[in-house]
Structure formats: structure tokens, C-alpha cells
């Protein structure tokens, strides 16, 4: 890919206000405050629909199993009340049978045993709908990843290009990509939480019936405990926040430390020592920082621990005074006391987790603002289609670009005119703009001054769908896929990838086929060292693979940047033999440094500085003076 050029004209930077509006679009600041971190609770509906989307049918399951589950814990406690009551009225009756077979043959055990039957009832069926939760969680879970990681691959697929080739971009990229598969405990801490809500609504329904300021007094001795959390998980998100652009680097360290691309260079170059240090450095940093909050939260978890223990048994003093003065019985006692200390660890369970699905639904903001940034070149209201065929070209009229963040024009007071069905070669210094051509033909961008006309209509009057799909580019910097042979092909026309004779074809044009007869499986034999039985190829095979991509595509417009770059000569000369052959009656561009390869061409148009500086045939541009003869003459030089 090229890099842009030096500036034709001076014009200023970008002032501060429009890039502080970029920024913001991209990396909105973390909540500062206590009423802006829990603002993003308005996260949970959105996410929530999304789980609901992801199975309707798991979703309800959940719901109805934990709702019956919430009631089993009061159930079983006044089951127990109710036992205890009953053996201590047993115990009290005049003239009990001496044996329990005797009692039992009384008939005095009937209600006990019915009691005490109902709790083991109890007791399976909680157990039963525990596993059922926890199986109707996972599946859900594993619903609900596959659902938000396509949507995100969606979504990610409609943004321009210049978002990807943005950091800050990269950066929110990557946070909502670790809470695409990240927030999964979020999905049960929610269901969690709703079933907790009843249990406690239950329990609390019988303190009331008790003495109201049992609840009151629990609630208040839990409420600094609350707070502590949520202050302690805003500080930690806010942690994560700002150290993305660190954490993305300590990925990318580790990843060229153990990556059979970069082994070789690691090695010969001893750069072992130096991607360990610069690992540890930021991982040390990210350590200090994460155990200085650890060590306050402890602390101070400790501090609201006690207030919480504190209100606990002075509630507790109170139920063994009324139970000693007559007012409660033994089963009150053990159904108050019981009640108050689940009712306790369910409260304090319950804040720590608001306080949490708070710190959350924080992350989640990552995610939906994601989601919120949308593309910019899109198709226009009732949009053209392509025509079939190209009638007159393309026209290129006064065209300035300059890249997202720069004030430097990669191209500017560009004019010249592809026209329909002819050949052209594109031939200049690194840095002149043809890399940028491409992508401004292709609409991956849009141009900031003039014009691109398609058969005398402005390109962003068509449909992007049906431009892209008209055009095939193989760009220098092309992907390895690892995949099939055949795949990696038919990424050129993925919608024809069932169509075996149109890859074969494909390959046959390339002179891939050659490289395919020599692989263990042919087609079906995987590419690359990623993946077990890969088979890796040289740069010059990878190429040929990614040259037939462009055949595959079976485009009106074929655009080849740098296609040969890893090619010997005598694979060079019979590629551009066959692209000559194959683009004819078709509209082409070649992107070449090797003037050996441009001849062939219908016309050559030489940049230099993001404009045309001169065009015409081989011969007619080596007949003048100029940048064209003299690079020709440069490199006719190195081969003598």
C-alpha cells in the first residue's frame, strides 16, 4: 500500500475542533462521575434483547425454571418451621408411646411425616432445577456469543476502510470485540439477579409479617458495602478503558514473540530478549495498577463486611429476646433467624451485584457505541447499477484526496480518463498515489475535491454493491488465507464457491494450477502453517493463488497492483503474457515498477506527486524526456 505524498500546495492541518470531533466519535471518554457510571444501565434493556433475540425459547426456559427455583428456599424453610413446631408439640403431648413404631402405629407421625417428605420433595426438586439452569445457561450462553460476534463481524463489514485504518478506531474495535464473547456472565448475572429478586421478596415477605425493621436495618447495614463496589468496579473499567491501546500492544508483542511469520526474523535477528522485556514492562504496568485498586477494595470490603456483621446479630439479639420472653416459637426462631441470614447473604450478594452489572453494563457501552458507528460511504437513495457493459470509462476530474488525520494530499488536481475496455499502466515512485487511485476507484474512498465519472455519472451516484462487484482488485499487500486451495480462490466470487470448473478456470488463468497439481489433496489441501496438514507456499505461489482471486471475480474492470512482486522473471513474463491475453476487450489496470511488465500496456500514465505528470505508450514516453525514460533508463541499467 502506498504512503501518501508530499503535499502539492500548502493547506492547513485539520483544525483542533474537527479532530477532537473524530475522537470523540471513535473513543468517547469514560464516566467520571457516580451518576454517569450508572447512566450506563440504560445498556441492559438493548442487551437483554439481544439475548432475547439470540433463542427465544432457551430465554423463556430460563426464565420460568429460575422463577419456580426462587420460591424453594422460603418453601423449604417454613417446611422447616413447620417440622420443628410439630416435633416440639409431639414432644409436649401427654402419654407418648415409648417407640417410634408405636408412634407411628398412633398415628401421631402422620403431619411430621408429611413435613418431612414434602422438604425431601423439596430438596431433589431444587437440585433437579439447579442442572436444568445451569444446561439451559450454557446453551443460551453459546446462542447468545454466536449471535453478538455476527453481528459484530456484520456491522464491522458495512464501515469504511479508512475506520480500519484508523488506531483509535482499532482501539474500540478491540474493546468491543473482548465484549462480544466477554460478557457472557453478565447474560446469568442478570437471570441471577431476577431469581435472587424473588427469593428475596419471599424471604422478606415473611420478616415483615415479623417486624418490618428487621428488612430496614439489613438494607441500611448493607448499603456502604454497595457503594465500596460500585466505586472500586468504575475505577477498574476506567483502568481497562484508558490501557486499550497499551493492552492492544501487549497482544501484539506476544503474538510476534510465538508466530511462525515473524520466527524467522526472531531468531536470526535475536529479538527473543528484547519482545520478552518489552512484554513485561507493560504487563508489570498493567499489574501495579490493577493490585493498588485490589489492596483498597480489600480493605475497605473488610470495613463494610463488619457494618453488615453488626446489623446481622443485633437483628439476631432481637429474635432470641422474643423467642425467650414467649413471643416466637422454636420454629419462629429457626425460621426468623434462617430467613434473616439468607435474607442477609442474598441482599449483600444482590447489591455487590448491581454494583457489578453496573461495572458491566459499562463495558457493554464499548460494544453498542461500536455498533453506533456507522459507514459513510454507502449506497444513495435509489441508486444506479453498474452498466452492462462499461460504455465509456472512467473520468477522473480534478481529484484531491488527502488520508483520514493527515494534511498531506495523497493525490490532487488528478485528471485523466480510463476509458472503456483499453489496458492502463500506472508507473511512478513510491508514494505517488497509485495504490490511492485504486482505492478512490473502487469507492473504498471518496474523493475530498472533484469528481470520478462512470460513464459520464458521478460514482457515488451507483449502487456500492453493484461498483465493487464490477471491479477485481489484487492489491500488493493481498491476504494468505488459511484455507483450502480452492477457497482461497474463490474469495475472489464467494458466491460461486460451489462452482469447481469457474475455480479450476480461474487457476488455470493465474498459472496457479500448476502450484495446486503439486499439493498432496490438489483443491481441497489447506494453506498455511496455522491449521494441522496446512501446507505452506512460497511468496511467489501465494501470489499466483491471489492473482487467480481476480480471474475468479470475473470483474468488467480487472486492477492489478504490484501482482508480480514475488515472482522470478520467467513466472513474471508468462503472467503479464496471460493478463494481456485474458483483458482483452476488458477495461485493466496494471500497477507495475518493473517497465519490462507496463509495456504491454494500452497507455501509461506516470505520477509523481498525486498527479499526472505524463502519459502515453512505452514508446512515445521513452521519445521524451522525463521521469519515465529516466527510471526506464535506472533499471535497464541494473541489468547490464
Known amino acids: 500500500m502506498t504512503t501518501p505524498a508530499d503535499p502539492v500546495t500548502t493547506t492547513p492541518a485539520p483544525g483542533a475542533g474537527a479532530e477532537k470531533k473524530l475522537r470523540a466519535r471513535f473513543d468517547p471518554q469514560p464516566p467520571r462521575t457516580f451518576a454517569a457510571r450508572w447512566a450506563a444501565m440504560r445498556n441492559i434493556p438493548p442487551f437483554l434483547a439481544m439475548v432475547w433475540r439470540a433463542s427465544p425459547g432457551l430465554t423463556l426456559a430460563t426464565l420460568v425454571l429460575r422463577l419456580v427455583r426462587a420460591l424453594l428456599p422460603v418453601t423449604a424453610l417454613w417446611v422447616g418451621k413447620l417440622i420443628i413446631d410439630e416435633v416440639v408439640r409431639l414432644a409436649a403431648t401427654d402419654g407418648t408411646p415409648a417407640t417410634l413404631v408405636e408412634w407411628w402405629h398412633a398415628g401421631l407421625l402422620n403431619t411430621l411425616a408429611a413435613y418431612v417428605v414434602l422438604e425431601f420433595v423439596l430438596g431433589i426438586a431444587s437440585d433437579l432445577l439447579g442442572r436444568l439452569v445451569t444446561l439451559t445457561d450454557s446453551l443460551l450462553a453459546e446462542k447468545l456469543t454466536i449471535a453478538m460476534s455476527t453481528r459484530l463481524m456484520d456491522h464491522a463489514a458495512r464501515l469504511d476502510l479508512k475506520d480500519f485504518e484508523d488506531a483509535e478506531f482499532q482501539d474500540k474495535l478491540d474493546r468491543a470485540r473482548r465484549q462480544s464473547s466477554g460478557r457472557m456472565p453478565l447474560m446469568g448475572q442478570l437471570m441471577g439477579q431476577l431469581q435472587d429478586l424473588v427469593t428475596v421478596a419471599s424471604?422478606?415477605?415473611?420478616l415483615v409479617v415479623y417486624n418490618p425493621w428487621l428488612v430496614m436495618l439489613l438494607i441500611i447495614a448493607l448499603i456502604p458495602a454497595f457503594l465500596g463496589?460500585?466505586?472500586?468496579?468504575?475505577?477498574?473499567?476506567?483502568?481497562?478503558?484508558?490501557?486499550?491501546?497499551e493492552r492492544r500492544e501487549i497482544d501484539y508483542v506476544r503474538q510476534l514473540a510465538a508466530s511462525a511469520d515473524t520466527a524467522k526474523e526472531v531468531k536470526i535477528f535475536d529479538l527473543h530478549l528484547f519482545l520478552r522485556d518489552r512484554y513485561l514492562s507493560l504487563s508489570r504496568s498493567f499489574y501495579a495498577a490493577n493490585r493498588a485498586i485490589a489492596r483498597q477494595r480489600a480493605a475497605w470490603g473488610a470495613v463494610f463486611a463488619a457494618v453488615g456483621t453488626i446489623g446481622y446479630y443485633t437483628a439476631y439479639a432481637w429474635i432470641i429476646g422474643r423467642t425467650l420472653t414467649g413471643t416466637l416459637s422454636l420454629g419462629d426462631l429457626t425460621f426468623l433467624s434462617g430467613s434473616f441470614l439468607r435474607l442477609r447473604s442474598l441482599l449483600e450478594g444482590l447489591l455487590l451485584s448491581f454494583s457489578s452489572t453496573a461495572a458491566q453494563a459499562l463495558y457493554l457501552d464499548d460494544l453498542f457505541a461500536f455498533f453506533k458507528v456507522g459507514p459513510q460511504i454507502v449506497s444513495p437513495p435509489n441508486a444506479r447499477q453498474v452498466p452492462m457493459p462499461i460504455r465509456t470509462g472512467f473520468t477522473f476530474r480534478n481529484v484531491g484526496f488527502r488520508y483520514p488525520n493527515s494534511d498531506r494530499w495523497a493525490v490532487r488536481n488528478l485528471d485523466f480518463t480510463l476509458r472503456a475496455g483499453e489496458t492502463?499502466?500506472?508507473?511512478?515512485e513510491n508514494g505517488a498515489g497509485k495504490t490511492t487511485l485504486v482505492?478512490?476507484?473502487a469507492r473504498l474512498y471518496d474523493p475530498d475535491e472533484g469528481e470520478i465519472l462512470l460513464d459520464g455519472v458521478d460514482l457515488r451516484e451507483y449502487d456500492l454493491d453493484s461498483l465493487r462487484a464490477s471491479i477485481g482488485v489484487i492489491f500488493q499487500d493481498f491476504a494468505r488465507y488459511s484455507m483450502t486451495a480452492a477457497d482461497n480462490i474463490a474469495v475472489g466470487r464467494i458466491a460461486a464457491r460451489d462452482q469447481?470448473?469457474?475455480?479450476?478456470?480461474?487457476?488455470?488463468?493465474?498459472?496457479?494450477?500448476r502450484v495446486i497439481e503439486r499439493l498432496p489433496n490438489g483443491y481441497d489441501q489447506m494453506i498455511g502453517k496455522r491449521f494441522a496438514s496446512g501446507v505452506e507456499l512460497s511468496g511467489g505461489e501465494w501470489q499466483k493463488l491471489a492473482i487467480a482471486r481476480a480471474y475468479m471475480r470475473d470483474a468488467q474492470v480487472l486492477i492489478l497492483d504490484e501482482p508480480t512482486a514475488a515472482l522470478d522473471a520467467r513466472s513474471e513474463f508468462e503472467v503479464f503474457q496471460r493478463f494481456n491475453e485474458l483483458?482483452?476487450?476488458?477495461?485493466?489496470?496494471?500497477?507495475?515498477?518493473?517497465?519490462?511488465?507496463?509495456?504491454?500496456?494500452?497507455r501509461i500514465l506516470v505520477?509523481?506527486?498525486?498527479?499526472?505528470?505524463?502519459?502515453?505508450?512505452?514508446?512515445?514516453?521513452?521519445?521524451?524526456?522525463?521521469?519515465?525514460?529516466?527510471?526506464?533508463?535506472?533499471q535497464a541499467a541494473g541489468y547490464r
Open 203 to 206: 424471604f422478606a415477605g415473611g
Open 607 to 634: 505520477l509523481a506527486d498525486g498527479r499526472v505528470e505524463a502519459e502515453g505508450t512505452h514508446e512515445e514516453l521513452l521519445a521524451q524526456p522525463g521521469r519515465y525514460r529516466e527510471l526506464y533508463e535506472l
Open 500 to 513: 469447481m470448473p469457474r475455480i479450476e478456470a480461474a487457476a488455470s488463468r493465474a498459472l496457479a494450477d
Open 229 to 245: 463496589e460500585a466505586h472500586f468496579n468504575a475505577r477498574s473499567y476506567t483502568l481497562d478503558y484508558r490501557r486499550t491501546p
Open 583 to 602: 483483458s482483452e476487450g476488458r477495461t485493466a489496470i496494471l500497477i507495475s515498477h518493473r517497465f519490462s511488465s507496463v509495456r504491454m500496456a494500452d
Open 439 to 441: 482505492k478512490l476507484l
Open 424 to 428: 492502463l499502466a500506472l508507473v511512478g
